[in-house]
C-alpha cells in the first residue's frame, strides 16, 4: 500500500510522569505496540518508522521494533531535529506526519470512508 505519507512514531522509556509506558501492557501488548499497528492498518506497514534515541534505556524500544520487524531510526535524545534530518534523508518524496507513542486513541477509518 503506498500513500505518499509516512508516519514517524517516536517513542522513548523516559518519561517523566510515568517512565516506561511504551512497553507497559494494555490489552494484552505493550502500548507502542497498538499504535504500531493502527499507523500500518491505516497507512501500510512500509509506510511507518519507529524513531528512538540512541540511549541505553532506549534499547528495549529499539529491541520491540526489531522483533517486529518494523522501520527504526535511532538518534540523540537531545536534538529532536536528528529525526527530520534522517528522514529527510532517507523519504525525500513523500509527507510525513509524526506520532506519539501514546497516542492510544488512533482507530480504524470505517471501510466506506
Same mark, same amino acid.
Given at each position: 500500500?503506498?500513500?505518499?505519507l509516512? *508516519?514517524? /512514531?517516536? +517513542? =522513548?522509556?523516559?518519561?517523566q510522569?510515568?517512565?516506561g $509506558?511504551?512497553? $507497559?501492557?494494555?490489552?494484552?501488548q505493550?502500548?507502542?505496540?497498538?499504535v504500531?499497528v *493502527? #499507523? *500500518?492498518d491505516s497507512?501500510?506497514?512500509?509506510?511507518? /518508522?519507529? *524513531?528512538?534515541?540512541?540511549?541505553r !534505556?532506549d534499547d528495549?524500544v #529499539?529491541?520491540?521494533a526489531? =522483533?517486529?520487524e518494523? =522501520?527504526?531510526?535511532?538518534?540523540? !535524545?537531545d536534538?529532536?531535529?536528528?529525526?527530520? +534530518? #534522517?528522514?529527510?534523508?532517507w523519504e525525500?518524496?513523500?509527507?510525513?506526519?509524526r506520532?506519539?507513542s501514546s497516542?492510544?486513541?488512533l482507530? =480504524?477509518?470505517?471501510?466506506?470512508a
Amino acid at each position: 500500500m503506498f500513500t505518499g505519507l509516512v *508516519a514517524v /512514531i517516536q +517513542a =522513548r522509556m523516559g518519561s517523566q510522569r510515568f517512565p516506561g $509506558k511504551v512497553l $507497559k501492557v494494555f490489552r494484552g501488548q505493550p502500548v507502542l505496540s497498538h499504535v504500531l499497528v *493502527a #499507523a *500500518a492498518d491505516s497507512l501500510g506497514r512500509d509506510n511507518v /518508522i519507529l *524513531a528512538t534515541s540512541q540511549e541505553r !534505556q532506549d534499547d528495549p524500544v #529499539a529491541e520491540l521494533a526489531r =522483533r517486529g520487524e518494523w =522501520r527504526l531510526f535511532r538518534g540523540s !535524545q537531545d536534538n529532536v531535529w536528528w529525526l527530520l +534530518a #534522517a528522514y529527510r534523508d532517507w523519504e525525500t518524496d513523500r509527507k510525513s506526519t509524526r506520532l506519539n507513542s501514546s497516542h492510544l486513541k488512533l482507530s =480504524r477509518m470505517p471501510s466506506s470512508a
